[in-house]
């Protein structure tokens, strides 16, 4: 019956069934016993546990207050849809309910309402969940939690809420409990995020539920639930707490307090969360798994607009580094050795996309110097995860282009550490580095077999130190061996470490040891490519399949360089094998050969001609050519297929073309951009076919071809999708950003073009700039100057380009290539120039805003700069008044990229821009007077923008308002006139010489450089010289006087002096062409220019006479004259000038009379062309004179007439006159009638001479010489050779039958005052050195007795055999060669070797025959020869055995021959020496006797 009356007393039921109340119990109880302080405070502690323990808090209050107490049911205060609200239940009303309770219950408020409300939480998470492990509240839950959660901010307001207890209260349903509830608590301040943790008794238990709810909630974002803004909110909000509160920075070191549980649990949540993470990426997450979104989403966190307000802390880098540490560390499983072997497979590309974008984030908070000192760190302290930490270092050299030279530095301390103390961990750390930097190609690290040539290559590498590094090298590659890849085995092998001789043996030892391995593979070392892919993470190629690579790559390289790749030509000496039976029958492939040679065809013939393709392969391949075009149809079967092949890697790169051009427009996908490059970069390498990627190294010098480029068809449409993706990325960025806060995509989409295909870039640039650039469009117009601005940007890691003659042959920066391809001749092109000029210049200055002018100057070509004034200065009047300070204007990018682009008005704000007008205080890209006139040359006056006369106003402007008056520091003239002329004339001839004058004509006097554009130029030349003439006048007091000659023929003689000296061919024609254009510009210019305003009786040969003269006898009678005269334009003008200058002193007659006579000793040319002239020179001149004075023609012109009248009547049937003084004067005229007889009529005439002079003889036959020299040299002679030889002839004969000596005609000297300086100075220098050509081309005409009859005659003509040695030896026999259009045999002489035959036989046969006293002159003929002319037998036998016909000639004579001589050549070279050595025989016999 007891069990049965516990639960009666229990209920409070007492006698008769009354409920008995709580009171009353306890009475009863206080009854039965006494009281006691101790006992009645356990009794307190006890009722205050029973309370809080008791689950169900509305039951108790409504016990305690009895029935009325029902409303103040908290399930009803937060049920908001309830009929009985909060609006009817005020807080202050439930507050001062919990208090009564508190007083009666005697525990504290707080405890009691903490306990309520964390019962009310619990309720609230246990309402149905949409999810199996929710961690969201529903709508519903949301609403309820609101409320509530206002309640107890009430409680704490009024002090009536223990946070303890409540935190103590929430983890007795941490099972039930989600963390949306745990962050609002926190963002709402009802308990921080960190109380709450910190009063978990079970710090690991607390870190697994945070956890399990984070990876509930990252899924869930990634799932795009309907709360996914909350769900970002809270975990943006739990991250900042945990890094911040987890990484803070430890202030007070000496505490002894025990530490802060909040910083162990939030640095624990973050580690669970990123080992789970890499654990999900090391088993192979599978795509859109839930655990991969779990993974995405915390990836996520890392970026900067989820760690918000924090960032700016120190607590996020050192989050960063600690992440960088645990994913470099984090389960290292993976040996070196592993790594070795497996490490192709973790490039950049090949990485998991999730951990990439994980690098990438990591990166925007740590700099590269930290990356490299982080991972350095880590490697020297920890054991690591090798496939983590190589996909960090391709991750590194992808991103950062300044990580190169970082991961550089750092290999070459660990190689100095490793072979120092002979380390093996630093050099297996540092080989790792630089193979994995390498997979990511040339734009992002040097090749490996670059990389270990450098290192090992030379005496300068780490092994040469001493044996023992060599022994450690060695030693380490050779336990490499087991585990390396075919790759680098052939690496090893083809460019072995260089060792000194005595240790040869430890490297045929590791060789043979790779060669062993390699046979394992089953790769051999013979059959290896040229061009092997070293970065290639694919198998061997099979040898055919690479031959056929490396043929295609050789023929790229041969079209850019213009010559056989350096590696072709190792391979064919060094690597025969391959070479014979894998690259030349792939080159060699039998096909139809096209009309116009190709680059395969021209590469092909190219190893012929070097003796690289054997005789019989040659052959064959020709005769399969022929067959092949008989039968076109079949050849072609081979190669239908090959488009195709090509569809598949150009679509991947067009689709990864197109995922990047996504990422631009978009702001928060930056991060992405470096690897979407990464992407691009291995795309194009499949879609160009390349096999190499460093070979690009091999190209010191790109070839390129402006008038004329061409691309293959492949190339040119991956080029083309690489540029059009370039520009419209650039398009899609500006619409985002300016190009200053753009970021590096566009520096590193132009390394990967770069790096992959520079050459071809460059070529279609040069097609669509130089050739299609008015029909670009807007967005390709700045797509392509933001292109050319980026490789200015590289300009140092560029090769030079060669754009091929007649441009220089000093090769062109690729900026300055720029400059080059922007034309200036046309209204369409000067629009598009401009348009160019104004995009490049405005990107560059907003991209490079904060950089210093000297960068931005080396990111722009001068040349462009330059062009740009240019333009402006031309195309808008309104650039051409001064700026003043208030027109600066500001720069903005947003106006060119639109559709409606204005071009004038972009133009015009970059000209008055601030920073622009800074840039243009440097001396190097403000645009000269000079820079003017050579962009002003190039316009074509009848495609101008300008109309004729704006081009005129434009050209008064520029000359006498702008530049003349400009300091010459800032490329003006300083005022004067002179200099403006000088600056003037040197440009028309430095325009005339280069490459921009095109289509020269040489016949043109009036069209300078075939170019109509010139003659306005002309016009302000001519006006600033007439200036300049007036000045010269006597009358006037300031100015030049006569005595100080013109500066026009000081600039002659400076640049004629610059110009390279000798009788070769380029040397010749560029003097010559130099000397033209001299004589087009004075002809230009009043003739006064010639010989002076007027002469003066004390001083009659004025310094512009003496100039003139000089320039006649020095230049102009070497390539100015023809047949002992000049052109009949230039002597018009002189006698022009000659006469008005003469006509103005006092007695005219006798002046002319002086000058002239000072002609025939100074500059005789001048009379020889005025009688050669003098048919349409004399009415000229006539009148001139009868203008002025009624006299006869001064006395020395009448003796010009005579000559002329005493030709005439000679070559008339009538009887002859007697030849009039000077001798030389008639002869000359005579000759020149003489050329103008047709030719059978020629023998009669000359019979006459037998009754002339002597003297007169003597200088017809020189004359004669000459005219015959003449028809062999010049092409549009008018005299044939047969009839100029039988000129010869006849006179030679009548002077023998007269016996007149002629002789001194072979030997004149400037000493010789009676013939030498005299004809010397009417003769070309080319003539007289070719004397003894026509010396023995007279042989037949010689008389038998001459020899007898004449001392000098033995003299004469050995002196001439030799000198016809010496021209053949010299390779001047072209001198001697007939012109173009005839026959190629030499009137009655055939070719020269024969000519030298009969010499030496016609010496041989006289020689005997000669007198002792022939022999006494022989001395002088010693003393004019070289050295081998008096060799002995031993010593000619001895050189000819050396110099083989056919072969390279011997040291001994190779600086006086040429390096490659013919059989004929060499023959006539040995037989001259021994016919030398006879000739002094002889001479020494003849001697004696």
Same mark, same amino acid.
């Given at each position: =019956? ?104 005697? %525990? ?112 869930? %974002? ?106 470099? @560390? ?197 059959? =290896? ?132 051009? &996504? ?32 070979? /690009? ?19 040119? =449409? ?31 989409? =132009?390394?990967?073009?770069?790096? *992959? ?48 003659? $007649? ?21 369409? /092109? ?7 000029? @104004? ?59 639109? $559709? ?150 000081? %600039? ?28 087009? %510009? ?78 025939? @000793? ?108 003449? /028809? ?59 004397? $003894?050509?026509?010396?023995? /081309? ?18 004469? &003509? ?23 259009? *005839? ?24 020689? $005997? ?24 037998? *031993? ?55």
């Amino acid at each position: =019956m007891a069990d049965l009356r516990v639960p009666n007393a229990a209920s409070g039921q007492g006698p008769g069934g009354r409920r008995r109340s709580w009171a009353e119990l306890l009475a009863g109880r206080l009854k039965r016993q006494k009281y006691h302080p101790e006992r009645a405070q356990k009794l307190k502690d006890s009722a205050v546990r029973l309370l809080r323990s008791h689950q169900d808090l509305n039951a108790l209050l409504l016990e305690v207050e009895g029935p009325p107490c029902k409303k103040l049911s908290l399930s009803k205060l937060i049920d908001c849809d309830s009929s009985e609200a909060y609006a009817n239940h005020s807080s202050s009303f439930i507050g001062s309910a919990l208090q009564d309770q508190a007083s009666r219950l005697g %525990i504290p408020v707080g405890v009691l309402s903490a306990g309520m409300v964390a019962s009310s939480v619990g309720q609230v998470c246990t309402a149905a969940a949409e999810t199996s492990h929710p961690v969201l509240l529903t709508v519903e839950q949301r609403k309820k939690l609101s409320s509530l959660l206002e309640f107890a901010q009430y409680l704490l307001a009024h002090s009536m809420f223990s946070r303890l207890s409540f935190c103590q209260e929430l983890w007795k349903i941490q099972n039930s409990l989600l963390l949306e509830v745990v962050w609002h608590l926190h963002v709402q301040g009802i308990v921080s995020l960190q109380e709450l943790l910190e009063s978990h008794p079970d710090m690991h238990a607390v870190g697994a539920w945070l956890f399990r709810n984070l990876c509930c909630l990252c899924e869930q %974002i990634e799932a795009s639930c309907q709360h996914a803004d909350v769900a970002r909110a809270m975990l943006s909000d739990f991250v900042q707490m945990f890094v911040l509160r987890g990484f803070q920075k430890n202030s007070d070191l000496r505490r002894t307090v025990e530490p802060e549980k909040m910083p162990q649990v939030a640095a624990d949540v973050l580690q669970r969360m990123l080992i789970f993470a890499l654990d999900a990426l090391a088993a192979g997450v599978q795509e859109e798994s839930s655990t991969h979104k779990t993974v995405r989403c915390w990836f996520g966190v890392f970026s900067g607009h989820v760690l918000g307000s924090v960032i700016s802390t120190d607590s996020p880098k050192r989050f960063f580094s600690h992440t960088l540490t645990q994913i470099l @560390t984090h389960s290292p499983l993976l040996k070196a050795s592993d790594a070795v072997q497996m490490q192709r497979e973790w490039s950049f590309a090949r990485t998991h996309p999730l951990l990439t974008a994980l690098y990438r984030r990591l990166f925007v908070m740590l700099s590269p110097e930290e990356l490299v000192g982080h991972l350095q760190e880590v490697l020297e302290t920890q054991e690591v995860h090798w496939q983590r930490v190589l996909s960090f270092v391709s991750a590194l050299v992808v991103c950062f282009p300044e990580a190169q030279q970082l991961l550089e530095d750092w290999v070459a301390r660990l190689m100095a550490q490793a072979f120092e103390s002979c380390q093996l961990d630093s050099m297996v750390t540092a080989f790792l580095v630089v193979r994995q930097a390498a997979l990511e190609g040339p734009s992002a690290f040097q090749s490996y077999a670059d990389w270990f040539k450098a290192s090992f290559g030379s005496t300068r590498g780490y092994h040469g130190c001493s044996k023992k590094a060599l022994v450690f090298l060695f030693t380490f590659l050779s336990d490499l061996v087991p585990f390396e890849s075919a790759r680098y085995l052939q690496v090893h092998i083809l460019h072995p470490p260089l060792v000194p001789s005595k240790y040869r043996s430890l490297l045929t030892d590791y060789i043979s040891l790779a060669k062993t391995r390699l046979a394992d593979l089953k790769v051999s070392i013979e059959s =290896m490519g040229l061009y092997e892919d070293l970065s290639s993470a694919g198998d061997i190629t099979e040898p055919h399949s690479q031959a056929l690579q490396d043929v295609e790559k050789a023929i790229m390289v041969f079209e850019h360089t213009g010559k056989i790749p350096v590696t072709v030509m190792e391979a064919s000496i060094f690597r025969r094998p391959y070479y014979v039976s894998h690259f030349l029958p792939a080159l060699l492939t039998p096909r139809v050969l096209p009309e116009a040679p190709d680059s395969r065809v021209a590469f092909i013939e190219s190893l012929k001609r070097a003796d690289k393709i054997p005789p019989s392969l040659y052959s064959t391949y020709c005769q399969a050519c022929s067959a092949a075009e008989e039968k076109p149809e079949d050849a072609a079967l081979g190669v239908r297929a090959e488009p195709s092949s090509a569809e598949e890697p150009l679509e991947q790169l067009t689709a990864a073309l197109g995922e990047l051009r &996504a990422s631009m427009a978009d702001p928060s996908q930056c991060d992405v951009i470096s690897a979407q490059v990464a992407v691009i970069s291995e795309r194009l390498r499949a879609a160009l076919g390349h096999s190499e990627d460093d070979s /690009s190294a091999e190209i010191s010098k790109i070839q390129l071809s402006i008038n004329a480029p061409r691309l293959e068809p492949r190339e040119c =449409m991956a080029v083309d999708l690489l540029l059009t993706s370039f520009c419209q990325n650039l398009m899609a960025a500006s619409s985002v950003a300016p190009p200053e806060r753009q970021g590096p995509w566009a520096t590193l989409f =132009m390394r990967t073009m770069c790096g *992959r295909v520079l050459p071809a870039v460059l070529t279609r640039l040069c097609q669509l700039l130089h050739h299609q650039g008015p029909s670009l469009s807007a967005p390709h117009v700045l797509g392509l100057a933001a292109l050319a601005v980026h490789l200015g940007e590289s300009r140092s890691a560029l090769p030079e380009v060669d754009v091929g003659p $007649p441009a220089p042959d000093a090769g062109l920066p690729v900026p300055a290539l720029f400059d080059s391809l922007l034309t200036c001749r046309t209204r369409d /092109s000067l629009l598009f120039c401009l348009k160019f000029c @104004t995009a490049a210049i405005s990107y560059s200055l907003c991209k490079f805003s904060s950089q210093s002018r000297d960068i931005l100057r080396s990111y722009l070509s001068p040349g462009l700069i330059k062009k740009f004034q240019f333009l402006v200065f031309r195309l808008f009047s309104e650039a051409r008044q001064p700026l003043s300070q208030e027109d600066a204007a500001s720069l903005s990018w947003r106006p060119l990229y639109l $559709p409606s682009a204005d071009w004038q008005r972009a133009a015009l704000s970059l000209w008055t821009h601030r920073t622009f007008r800074e840039l243009l205080k440097e001396e190097d890209v403000h645009l000269t007077y000079q820079d003017w006139l050579y962009l002003e040359l190039e316009i074509q006056p009848e495609a101008d923008a300008l109309s004729d006369t704006e081009r005129q106003d434009f050209h008064q402007w520029a000359i006498y308002e702008h530049f003349l008056p400009k300091s010459s520091a800032s490329g003006g003239c300083d005022g004067d006139v002179e200099a403006a002329c000088t600056i003037l004339v040197n440009a028309l001839m430095d325009f005339h010489q280069s490459s921009r004058s095109y289509d020269h004509s040489e016949n043109s006097d009036l069209v300078f450089g075939g170019r109509p554009g010139n003659e306005d130029i002309i016009s302000r030349l001519q006006e600033m010289v007439a200036d300049l003439e007036l000045q010269q006048d006597p009358s006037v007091p300031l100015g030049h006087t006569p005595s100080q000659g013109h500066f026009l023929f000081g %600039i002659f003689c400076r640049r004629l002096q610059a110009l390279t000296s000798g009788w070769s061919v380029a040397a010749s024609l560029q003097r010559q062409r130099e000397l033209l254009m001299y004589k087009r %510009i004075l002809l230009r210019l009043p003739s006064s220019v010639l010989c002076g305003s007027s002469f003066q009786a004390e001083q009659p040969i004025t310094a512009r006479c003496k100039q003139f003269f000089h320039l006649v006898n020095s230049e102009m009678r070497n390539f100015c004259s023809h047949g002992g005269a000049l052109t009949q334009d230039i002597t018009a003008h002189f006698f022009r000038g000659l006469l008005n200058a003469c006509l103005r002193s006092r007695d005219p007659s006798l002046m002319v009379d002086f000058m002239l006579a000072k002609c025939q @000793t100074k500059c005789p040319l001048i009379l020889t062309s005025a009688l050669l002239w003098w048919p349409s020179l004399e009415p000229v001149l006539l009148c001139q004179w009868r203008r002025h004075c009624q006299s006869p023609l001064p006395r020395e012109l009448q003796k010009l007439q005579e000559g002329r009248q005493f030709a005439s009547d000679f070559l008339s049937p009538n009887a002859a006159s007697p030849a009039p003084n000077p001798a030389w004067l008639s002869a000359a005229a005579l000759h020149f009638a003489i050329q103008q007889v047709r030719e059978e009529n020629i023998r009669k005439q000359l019979t006459k001479l037998d009754c002339e002079r002597e003297e007169l003889l003597v200088f017809l036959f020189f004359f004669s010489l000459m005219g015959l020299l003449s /028809s062999h040299l010049t092409s549009n002679s008018a005299t044939d050779p047969s009839k100029a030889l039988d000129v010869c002839a006849a006179v030679l004969e009548c002077l023998e039958k007269r016996k007149i000596s002629w002789l001194a005609l072979f030997q004149l000297t400037e000493s010789d005052l009676r013939l030498g300086r005299l004809l010397l100075r009417v003769a070309p220098d080319q003539h007289t050195r070719l004397l $003894p050509f026509t010396f023995y /081309s007279l042989l037949s005409y010689f008389h038998d007795d001459a020899a007898i009859r004449e001392e000098a005659f033995l003299h004469v &003509a050995v002196d001439m055999y030799l000198r016809l040695v010496q021209l053949f030896v010299a390779g001047d026999t072209s001198t001697v060669s007939p012109p173009a259009g *005839r026959s190629l045999e030499l009137q009655g002489q055939g070719n020269p070797v024969e000519l030298i035959t009969k010499a030496r036989l016609f010496l041989l046969q006289l020689i $005997p025959r000669c007198p002792k006293k022939s022999f006494s002159h022989m001395a002088e003929v010693t003393s004019r020869h070289p050295p081998w002319a008096t060799w002995g037998t *031993r010593e000619i036998t001895a050189a000819w055995a050396t110099c083989p016909p056919g072969w390279q000639c011997d040291a001994t004579v190779s600086a006086r021959a040429p390096s490659l001589w013919s059989e004929a050549q060499w023959t006539a070279w040995a037989e001259d020496l021994l016919l030398s050595h006879s000739c002094w025989l002889i001479v020494g016999t003849a001697t004696q006797r």
